[in-house]
């Protein structure tokens, strides 16, 4: 008997059991692009590599050593996409979309890149991006981070955090990668190998090290911001001063550069802690030269990308996480009340279907017991005291909002629960 063959290092199957989570990321952000005004686009899996080279850039690791190409059999190069990008900025030149300015596009399929695979990082992946083109404002900008920012409220993903920062023109950047590649030419000592191969190429990179080593380092290179001019300076401001009236909440990180070639000025991620080192799921910026690079008028562009892998995979524990967080925590004080408490706290299972109650057990103070509540994580606290035990009814206080507290009957309780599990 021969042996089965396997599938390739790196690219994984799907399997029926996290469908769900994959169909409701992806109904998701269907529901949340349609309602900002964006349309699907499908482009082709494969392309001339020339395509990619030019757009996303020679030196880039993605063009240098992460793409499959292959030689079609009439002789042409072409490549698995890495990314969506390139071929969208394709497809809206070579099928004239442009003459209804600006256009809102979104896409989603899988990408591949022959990179070392590990936790978050695999050789096929699955994105989904959204790109608009021919609208230079900080107001698309700002728009996107918005659509995003209420992907994650519809997803219940609450713990990603937004980092952007500006690249720029390219005439900054250049000036400013002379200086960055004169400051780290006189310490080549401390750099790691990745960082040395990058140093002549693309020194830029080097601020993206994954390495914890180099932090120091770089802590004292030049930092880009000091090389914009007043003009690119100003957009920025516009876009933080956009979020900030949006209520997007963001951080500066000068050091953020992104890992394709094409962008200027804005650029973001959005990172979670909960993945380890492969913490971001989604990454965009402004590309403006992008268009004029694929032979297109010098359209501006601006878009994202975001990993349905590692995204999926933060709903997944999210939702574990959660099956596991009670719903209430039952405060009990005197004998009688923790008679009466456990007794209504079984009650409640049996009739409430779903809700998850835990006991303060083993006595305490209220003060004790609140701070337990407040460990376990609950939404509620459940309070039976003397006075409760006296009028058959209990207190109900909201230990995560800012909501006045409420008296509820012991007979009313099924109901009142029922109410809150619905909503
Ligand atoms: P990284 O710094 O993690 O390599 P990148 O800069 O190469 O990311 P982009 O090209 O901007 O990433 O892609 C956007 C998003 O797609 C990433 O933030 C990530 O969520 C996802 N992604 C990129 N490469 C992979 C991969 N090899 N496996 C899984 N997801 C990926
Ligand atoms: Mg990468």
């Not at 509820?408 to 009142?416: C, H, K, N, P, Y």
């Amino acid at each position: 008997m021969s042996s089965a063959i396997k599938s390739i290092r790196g690219m994984h199957d799907v399997l029926p059991a996290e469908m769900h989570l994959w169909h409701k990321l992806e109904q998701t952000v269907r529901d949340v692009f349609a309602g900002y005004g964006f349309s699907e686009i499908r482009i082709p899996i494969v392309e001339k590599t020339e395509l990619f080279a030019r757009a996303i850039g020679d030196a880039t690791d993605v063009v240098e050593k992460e793409m499959y190409t292959f030689e079609d059999r009439n002789g042409d190069l072409l490549s698995l996409r890495p990314e969506g990008t390139a071929g969208v900025v394709r497809a809206v030149l070579q099928n004239g979309l442009l003459y209804a300015a600006p256009v809102r596009l979104w896409y989603m399929g899988p990408m591949f890149r022959r990179e070392r695979p590990q936790k978050g990082r695999t050789r096929q992946f699955h994105q989904v991006g959204a790109e608009v083109f021919g609208a230079p404002g900080p107001d698309t900008d700002a728009e996107l981070l918005v659509m995003c920012q209420r992907i994650w409220r519809e997803l219940g993903l609450n713990d990603l955090r937004l980092e952007v920062n500006s690249l720029g023109t390219s005439e900054e950047r250049t000036r400013y990668r002379e200086n960055l590649h004169r400051f780290l030419s006189t310490r080549k000592d401390e750099l790691d190998a990745d960082s040395l191969r990058r140093l002549d190429r693309n020194p830029l990179r080097i601020l993206d090290s994954k390495n914890p080593d180099m932090r120091n380092l770089l802590e004292q290179a030049p930092v880009l911001s000091d090389f914009l001019g007043d003009e690119s300076a100003g957009q920025f401001a516009g876009f933080c001063s956009l979020l900030d009236d949006l209520g997007v909440a963001y951080e500066i990180n000068p050091m953020l550069v992104r890992g394709l070639d094409y962008y200027s000025h804005v650029v973001f991620e959005w990172i979670t802690d909960q993945l380890g080192a492969q913490g971001t799921v989604c990454a965009g910026g402004r590309y403006d030269g992008l268009v004029e690079i694929q032979g297109g008028k010098p359209w501006p562009g601006v878009g994202f990308a975001m990993g349905q892998e590692r995204l999926v995979e933060l709903m997944r524990s999210q939702a574990e996480h959660e099956a596991e967080v009670p719903h209430v925590y039952l405060v009990m004080a005197g004998e009688e009340a923790v008679s009466s408490g456990l007794s209504l706290a079984e009650r409640l299972r049996q009739e409430t279907p779903g809700i998850r109650i835990q006991s303060n057990l083993g006595g305490g103070s209220f003060k004790s017991q609140f701070k337990r509540a407040d460990r376990s994580g609950a939404s509620l606290a459940l309070v039976l005291g003397e006075n409760e035990i006296r009028e058959s009814q209990v207190t109900i206080k909201h230990l995560r909002e800012t909501k006045a507290q409420e008296q509820v009957a012991f007979s009313d309780l099924e109901i009142w629960f029922r109410n809150y599990l619905a909503c």
